[in-house]
């Protein structure tokens, strides 16, 4: 053979510092297990994060309106899309300081928040757990970056005690910095309170923090009390949001970022880089995705629903996992838990199991449950027992039309055993492998 049939003749073609460049853990997992499953094996997949639920019918009807919307558009988006969602803002969470040209529309917030990271001329800080996505596009971007780590004791939640500490030991006071603070928090479901958003903004005003506010969960508290950093520190805030959570359409490709006056140097350097990279995001879902922002009548009923049989899924889940002794905090909103295995360590190691991602493997070939395990995916501590919990494998639209029917304000008790049998099973077959490790 020749080197033009081995392709010896290419060698080292990836750039140095992406030698170790790994695809999103939880996109490869799923495109495995949805084979698997299609093959006809029974999986009991809490790996992957995407709404159940299907689109609003008025939205889809509105898709199928615009297919003939074939113009590149305004490379931040229409005008009247910007303006829908500033409108959408100042309604839902009082903010009122966002204008439509403060407004980047693009195919998907990650696909913003990368091009941002690429443009921007300073350190990034993220927390630890994290959402698997900011680290690798951190690596694409040659960032520098700091992790502050969080604590099951503090909720997961980022203190102004470690703000500071961080800044001091990275020496960081005199330079650019950005921060991404994701709440509701994907991978641990934890929220922030107006107290606490209260005294990071003081830490963060003090210290010139530019914060990159990751809010894709924000209408999915169960509460319906999500509360925006942009509240309290709007001149430094960059709010991140988009139609695939709350709106189910993570598939339609459609996000935003909202920047506050004092950055738009950064916006419209994102801007330059979308109309290189991307030119637009897609007309007709633009043009169809107006109506979810208008948040009429039908959307508030929709989202109500949603919401609250997420919260009872996530409550079921929360009770039956902390019943054999795992350790894990109540998930506030949007599709997480991020359980601690920690009780099951002796009884693993006694099997050759010392790590997360062994536990896992076990967890998968022994009771047919996908777990994606923490780790330095998420920033964590590879001996540590702590995975991400994804509630939403259950048929979302039976489950929508059974809670349509009930007038109460809470679902009652049985509700996730009546509609979300897989869920229930899936929940089942962790318990019974955690009583077999500490029986074996
Ligand atoms: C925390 C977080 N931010 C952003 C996104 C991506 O959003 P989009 O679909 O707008 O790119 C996700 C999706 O999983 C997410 O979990």
Redesign the pocket.
Known sequence: MDSSQTGEQWQNLLLPHLAEYSPATNLSQNEVIRKLIAEGQTIYHFGF?QSPFPVMKSAQKALAEHTGENAYLPVAGIAELCASICEFHAKEDKLSHFHADDVIVGP????LIFLLMLIFNGDVILLSPT?TTYKPQMLLAQKSTHVISTSFESNWKLTPEAFLQTIKENQLEDKNKLLIL?NPD?PTGTSYTEQELESLSKVFRDHNMIVLS?E??AKLRFDGGHVSIAKYYPEGTILSS?I?KWASA?GW?L?YNIYPKKLSALKIAVKSAGSHTYSCASGPIQYASLMMFNFDEESQNYVFHCRRILSAVAEYCYRELTSVGIKVKRSTGGYYLMPDFEILRPYLERRGIFTCSQMCEALFQEANVAVISAGPAFLRPIDELTVRFCYVSFDGESALKASSQIDQKDLPEDFVVSNCQNIVDGVQAIKKWVNRQMTN
Request: glycine residues 32%; charged residues 25%.
């Open positions: 994060g998907g917030s990650k696909e959402w994701c994907n990751d894709i969960y988009g695939s993570g490709r996000g």
